[in-house]
């Protein structure tokens, strides 16, 4: 039986171990072995993009020019909207998903990684009739109806879930809803209230009752700009900016960040067996990467090769249990695989 371990962790910041383990083993494996080894040197990319379709529309009455580039940016922040949404175990209150959408939109081309017209502009039929000045210039840009777009956007997901990660989207019971802010030197009541109109986005506003609340000290120090610390228990976190907002933003971020702070009982690892090639399991891998409100960080730990076929270890981060458990019984059956052996999900 040959045995390969593979090197996730290497895969996220580069595909140098990955190449490495191809270039040593590619003389002893079979041609399927090897080309799985390629594709997954690829893998981190492919699995963090998500292409989204959506439908925007300008507002009447815009140049046809500036009402093409205003149905783009909505489509645009519309798409990367539904991919965070899709992350996201639970649909979040109103108010919060209004406070998301208002921070993304600003935003939202830096996780674009491609965008595609589906099909050519239409323009809704009420456009304005309006008779137009006798002495309008001829060259003056010309109101027109609303421009419709139909675009497939693909985004990158793995800067996505960070952003989401860091704003505590992804903490579920582990949130504690609020906090006790502390003012050091320097820090008015108004410059409070400056960094507590993030408190909707982050989910501050309505502290959970039995929860240990974080207790956060803020203060300008001597050279002028502020630092936090942030304590919970044994946790300290601590950020400094010269912006209130970046600061507050920055020390929940890392917060929310700390596997303790994830939603769902954590990694867990599973071997499955009766893969008849190296196909199936990159398809499997892609399965996994599919259960988006389920499963988070599919990866692939090992891979072993037989007279009896091919088995595999994933690992990944399990949110909803119930849910993962149901879908992962289900692809076993559809595939004739069998789960040898599974452990973890209450270690972080």
Not at 28 to 38: C, D, H, N, P
Not at 52 to 70: F, I, T
Not at 109 to 131: C, M, N
Not at 208 to 231: F, I, M, N, S
């Amino acid at each position: 039986m040959t045995a390969l371990k593979t090197p996730c962790a290497a895969w996220a910041a580069s595909g140098r171990a990955v190449s490495s383990v191809v270039r040593s083993v590619l003389p002893v494996l079979r041609l399927g072995l090897a080309s799985l080894l390629l594709v997954l040197i690829a893998w981190p990319q492919a699995v963090q993009a998500e292409r989204v379709r959506v439908r925007a529309a300008s507002d009447v009455g815009l140049p046809l020019s500036q009402g093409r580039q205003q149905a783009l940016e909505r489509g645009v922040a519309e798409a990367v909207l539904a991919d965070a949404l899709r992350l996201l175990s639970h649909a979040p209150p109103e108010k919060r998903l209004d406070a998301l959408r208002a921070y993304l939109t600003p935003i939202s081309f830096q996780f674009v990684q491609t965008y595609q017209e589906v099909a050519q502009p239409q323009l809704e039929a009420h456009a304005s009739s309006a008779p137009q000045p006798a002495s309008a210039s001829v060259s003056a840009p010309v109101a027109g109806p609303a421009v419709e777009l139909e675009l497939d956007v693909e985004t990158n997901r793995h800067a996505l879930r960070q952003t989401v990660l860091r704003l505590g989207f992804l903490s579920g019971e582990r949130h504690p809803g609020g906090c006790t802010l502390h003012r050091g030197a320097g820090v008015s009541q108004q410059d409070a209230n400056l960094m507590r109109e993030q408190d909707v986005l982050l989910g501050l506003d309505e502290p959970r009752q039995g929860v240990q609340l974080p207790e956060v000290t803020v203060e300008r120090v001597p050279q002028g700009y502020y630092k936090a610390v942030l304590r919970q228990g044994q946790v300290m976190i601590a950020a400094d900016s010269s912006s209130l907002p970046a600061l507050w933003l920055d020390v929940w971020g890392r917060y929310f960040s700390v596997d303790e702070r994830l939603h769902g009982p954590g990694k867990r690892q599973m071997e499955i067996v009766g893969f008849s090639n190296a196909d199936g399991v990159v398809e499997f891998l892609h399965v996994l990467a599919g259960w988006d409100k389920d499963v988070q960080d599919p990866c692939l730990n090992q891979l072993q090769i037989g007279a009896a076929g091919v088995s595999a270890v994933f690992s990944c981060r399990v949110a909803n249990p119930k849910s993962f458990g149901d879908r992962l019984d289900a692809a076993l059956k559809e595939r004739g695989l069998s789960l040898l052996e599974q452990a973890g999900g209450s270690e972080r």
